[in-house]
Antibody, heavy 118, light 108 residues
Framework: QVQLQESGPGLVKPSETLSLTCTVS????????WSWIRQPPGKGLEWIGY???????NYNSSLKSRVTISVDTSKNQFSLNLSSVTAADTAVYYC????????????WGQGTLVTVSS | SYVLTQPPSVSVAPGKTARITCGGN??????VVWYQQTPGQAPVLVIY???DRPSGIPERFSGSKSGNTATLTISRVEAGDEADYYC???????????FGGGTKLTVL
């Protein structure tokens, strides 16, 4: 069973770039859909975007201008960069792998809280 | 963009049946997934492919679809079922995943 673990700063200043990494163990990065999903405190889940097969990406339209997802196959990791953050970007950020195809379900990391504050 | 609509809250007495709906245009053509989330935890899969149950999930949890609505049914509700529940689909026209807004299940 593949396991995912998020890592990165828990505090980011407004206008800066939020950067998180997801380390995958028990499986290989390719060829799967790897996603980032976030959940603001007390609110629902929001899909951020995915990277597939080490290069193809697609992002939530509401975040597209600020999001980059990339992969490092040598380290079995994929990453999220979210630029120009504001307090509205404060959330628990989850990395996840799509299982059983795109119409299947997510296998989730435990999540990491990122707070945007000066 | 595609929208999934869930009621914000559902309340049910122990031992009764809870039904949580998820409405979306043409949802009948999409595979619906349901997650259960308790405070401070990552979501846990309870239903996938509309009505399949992963191992370890009680038979009390079931999924169905009719028209533009998918339904998660929890029979013989227990106090431990109190949680937030989210539906999810893959929207093929945009290659996006979409989540419903979530439903808080309260066991009275």
């Amino acid at each position: 069973q593949v396991q995912l673990q998020e890592s990165g700063p828990g505090l980011v200043k407004p206008s800066e770039t939020l950067s998180l990494t997801c380390t995958v163990s028990g499986g290989y990065i390719s060829p799967h859909y790897w996603s980032w999903i976030r959940q603001p405190p007390g609110k629902g889940l929001e899909w951020i975007g995915y990277i597939y097969n080490s290069g193809n990406t697609n992002y939530n339209s509401s975040l597209k201008s600020r999001v980059t997802i990339s992969v490092d196959t040598s380290k079995n990791q994929f990453s999220l960069n979210l630029s120009s953050v504001t307090a509205a970007d404060t959330a628990v950020y989850y990395c996840a792998r799509a299982e059983a195809g795109v119409m299947g379900y997510f296998n989730w990391g435990q999540g990491t809280l990122v707070t945007v504050s000066s | 963009s595609y929208v999934l609509t869930q009621p914000p809250s559902v309340s049910v007495a122990p031992g009764k049946t809870a039904r949580i709906t998820c409405g979306g245009n043409n949802i009948g053509s999409k595979g619906v997934v349901w997650y259960q989330q308790t405070p401070g935890q990552a979501p846990v899969l309870v239903i996938y492919y509309d009505s399949d149950r992963p191992s370890g999930i009680p038979e009390r949890f079931s999924g169905s679809k009719s028209g533009n609505t998918a339904t998660l049914t929890i029979s013989r509700v227990e106090a431990g079922d109190e949680a937030d529940y989210y539906c999810q689909v893959w929207e093929s026209s945009s290659d996006h995943w979409v989540f419903g807004g979530g439903t808080k299940l309260t066991v009275l």
